[in-house]
């Protein structure tokens, strides 16, 4: 529910509006309630931000469902859940759960696999992050971090901080399905 809350929180539209759109009676917090989006350390985190894109966009409310269902998931490397994930194994459950039938493959598989976002479009929400000599791959929240399998602390959202950006290789584009839904 916590990426389900912030993404009701950028949007625009309420917690109530979101639990309708996906069947939900009963919600566990107040529209105006404070979130916890990360448990980073503090020195990790600089500023509160939101983490999905502000659009009511159908397939991205998927994508949050589905991460929300896997925040705090453990890493096991190769699996791809449902209680445990490496990092592949996370995105590629993920994008299977919204609708996006792509075969699964390793960080630098994926790569190889989708293109270049378009210009400026690199912190789109969903957008694939690769880092460390394409051996690790993440999906973008937004310009300020990205949810991931890590190895030690299993699925995560993290924060682009000095850590990871010095590690970044590059942004892929997954092809997604573009109709959106009205209230």
Known sequence: MIAQTAF???ADISLHQLAKANDISTLPIA???????SLASAEDIK???LVT?????????LMTAAIDQRLGARYVWGATGPS???CSGFV????????????RGSA???WSRF???APGEEHKFGTLVFFSNLAHVGVVADEHGFYHASRHHGVVYSPFNDYWLARIDGFRQVPVPVKTTTD
Do not use: K, M, Y
């Open 92 to 103: 590629w459950s993920i994008f299977q759960s919204a609708g996006v039938d792509f075969e």
């Open 8 to 10: 009701a929180q950028s």
């Open 108 to 110: 630098r598989t994926l």
């Open 31 to 37: 529209d105006d309630e404070p979130i916890i989006i």
């Open 115 to 117: 293109s270049a976002p």
């Open 47 to 49: 500023a509160a931000t």
């Open 53 to 61: 894109a502000p659009t009511g966009n159908h397939f991205q409310q």
């Open 84 to 86: 445990a994930f490496d």
